[in-house]
């Protein structure tokens, strides 16, 4: 059975994400980016000391965003492997090779190897995976993002591992002042409550990706006691709170579908048309395109204005 | 004695958890005001004043749905456990364990797959789900025929088998189905969160048939238990009756799964706690199995539903965690009791 320890897996990662980020996002990092001198030591994620010898020319990427945030800082061309289907932006890195295993929670570590990259990037938790690659020479580097602030960290890290500490300055840089932006115009608007559905009536809480840019968009989510980043919520609470605009993180279901459930059919935000589906990829994916899912939601929450 | 208090035991626990379950939930709305509420829509008084909607929604169109819902679920894996365990004369025969299970959410899935999501309601899906399971069943039950009779033993190992089968089917489904089937991973868990009268219209009427049914078989299930070639001698027509049972306990088994996904310990635990109590004859212990799975699982989705509110957990994991150690209690006790016996 897929059931148990996908969803298993699932939730010690969220756990763990949580907990991770906590505890490692103490400094502040807007420094300027120094040129990046090679051998590069970092530490990553998961407390994993990573040193890359020389500047990667040939990089795997196992999640879709460290394919976006290499292509974004002009390093595409080096991407000799990345995960699978779900790595389909920008649309050329759709022809590089996958390297997922069945399932699509580790990589085939055979066609890693044999594609011979001198850095593996994931956002992937956990997997005895990873000691593999390293044991066979390849420095496996994690990221957990789990709010704007850490995605833009990422970055800047992604470019000091790859030597294009000055593109991803860049990157970030952009990308900050446009939410700033956008965070800026949206509270003035006044605050709106809202509710984000994943999947089931799961939704997000503090400490998710998700929550923090739904904040930055300009709404409180109704969802700020959840006592974990990704609960499933209880529809009498939803139903109670009522919230202003309900969002669902688009999977594949018209928003008819989304909207005829019990209780949820009879949301006011329902009821005056202000369900809408967002794009997850944009939510997601803690790289660079996040600046348009949270252009994405605060159109959602204010239409007025933008 | 015992047994008929036994009976009346249940009854009250069951009535008094429904009550409990329709009282209590996420959001707190005084018993006087459920009251009221629940008096009006049953024509017996007013429509009472300075309640908030919201509070009608929550009480009709979730908590009283999905208290109700869970007792049909309930009832129709407990009584499902019930006629697999008796017909396979084995305590680990269970809809999930021998495969009807597996068998009715693959066809579950592939009736989400075509209708276009695990929010489908009507009765496609349960209808499905069914025929699923009596494939599965039927399945199962020929792999194992040799000759003209069927060997209980290779009956329950080819169900292991066939459910690891479907099992992997279904695994390979949803792993290359890609992101546009996600909630139905989250529908396979099982659970109650968020069904509501549509999922009750789906499931009620067949899990209605198949309680009736399993009620029928009673008398017929004591007699297979004595063994095949006695319950035969006594005139009954096994092969025939074996039939019969296989496709009572797929209708329970499909009716479940459909509307609550793949919920486990409900059908295998429920039959063998009352089967302690009661004794082994049918006849009581179909009903006891009907009342006692509705009450186990409405207390265990008022679990799933209130301890963590607002957030819910998996009414899988709450079944697990409140069955096994009392069946593992009951189990050294009734092992104590023979020890002192003997």
């Known amino acids: 059975m897929p059931r148990w320890w996908r969803t298993a897996a699932v939730a010690l990662a969220l756990m763990l994400a949580a907990t991770a980020c906590g505890e490692a996002r103490e400094q502040p990092l807007r420094s300027p980016p120094a040129e990046t001198a090679f051998p590069v030591t970092l530490t990553d994620d998961e407390g994993v000391e990573v040193t890359v010898e020389a500047q990667p020319q040939r990089i795997v990427t196992f999640a879709p965003s460290h394919t976006e945030i290499l292509f974004a800082l002009g390093l595409g061309e080096r991407v000799v492997g990345v995960s699978g289907p779900f790595d389909d932006f920008p649309p050329q890195a759709s022809r590089i090779e996958p390297v997922a295993g069945a399932g699509g929670t580790e990589p085939n570590i055979e066609k890693v190897v044999a594609l011979e990259p001198d850095l593996l990037l994931t956002a992937f938790i956990g997997g005895e995976w990873k000691d593999r690659l390293r044991e066979l020479g390849v420095p496996v580097f994690t990221t957990l993002a789990s709010s704007f602030e850490d995605a833009l960290e990422d970055i800047e890290t992604v470019g000091r591992l790859t030597g294009a500490a000055e593109e991803a300055g860049t990157v970030t840089r952009r990308m900050q002042a446009k939410v700033e932006t956008i965070t800026a115009q949206a509270q003035s608007a006044g605050s709106v409550t809202c509710f984000l559905e994943l999947s089931d009536l799961f939704t997000v809480g503090p400490g998710a990706l998700e929550f923090d840019l739904l904040q930055r968009a300009g709404c409180e989510p109704i969802t700020a006691d959840a006592g974990q980043p990704y609960p499933q919520w209880s529809p009498e609470r939803l139903v109670r709170d009522d919230p202003d605009v309900f969002l669902a993180s688009e999977y594949g279901q018209p928003v008819a579908q989304v909207a005829d459930r019990p209780g949820i059919r009879d949301l006011r935000a329902v009821r005056e048309g202000r369900l809408f589906l967002v794009d997850g990829d944009l939510i997601s994916r803690p790289g660079p395109r996040l600046v348009d899912g949270i252009a994405e939601l605060a159109e959602a929450l204010h239409p007025d204005l933008f | ?342």
């Open chain 2, 1 to 342: 004695m015992r047994r008929q208090g036994t009976m009346i035991i249940l009854v009250v626990l069951l009535v008094a958890a429904v009550l409990v379950a329709v009282g209590v939930g996420a959001v707190w709305i005084p018993p006087a005001t459920t009251i009221r509420l629940v008096a009006w829509k049953l024509g017996m008084a007013e429509r009472p004043h300075g309640v908030a909607p919201s509070v009608e929604i929550i009480l009709f169109q979730l908590r009283i749905p999905r208290v109700l819902l869970a007792t049909v679920v309930g009832s129709a894996l407990a009584a499902s456990g019930a006629v697999f365990q008796a017909l396979f004369r084995n305590p680990l025969a269970d809809p999930a364990i021998i495969g009807v299970s597996s068998g009715a959410a693959l066809g579950a899935i592939a009736a989400m797959l075509v209708t276009g999501g695990a929010f489908a309601g009507g009765l496609v899906v349960p209808a499905v789900a069914f025929l699923g399971a009596l494939a599965a069943g039927l399945l199962v039950y020929r792999l194992a025929r040799v000759g003209p009779a069927v060997q209980v033993a290779t009956l329950l190992l080819a169900g292991v088998a066939v459910a690891a089968l479907i099992s992997a089917v279904m695994a390979l489904v949803l792993t290359y189905s890609g992101e546009r089937i996600r909630s139905i991973y989250f529908w396979l868990l099982g659970g109650l969160s968020a069904r509501g009268w549509e999922s009750l219209a789906a499931a009620a009427p067949l899990a209605a048939v198949g309680v009736v049914a399993a009620l029928g078989t009673a008398g017929n299930l004591n007699l297979v238990a004595l063994g095949e070639e006695r319950a035969a001698q006594l005139g009954l027509e096994v092969e025939r009756f074996k039939r019969v049972a296989l496709a009572t306990g797929a209708l329970l088994a499909g009716a479940a799964v459909a509307v609550a996904g793949v919920i486990g310990f409900v059908g295998l635990m429920t039959p063998h706690l009352l089967r302690l109590v009661l004794g082994a004859d049918h006849r009581r212990l179909l009903p006891a199995s009907v009342l006692g799975g509705a009450l186990f699982m409405v207390l265990a989705d008022l679990a799933a539903r209130t301890l963590r509110a607002p957030e819910e957990i998996p009414v899988g994991a709450v079944t697990a965690l409140l069955g096994a150690p009392f069946f593992l209690y009951l189990l050294r006790r009734q092992r104590r009791e023979a020890g002192a016996r003997a």
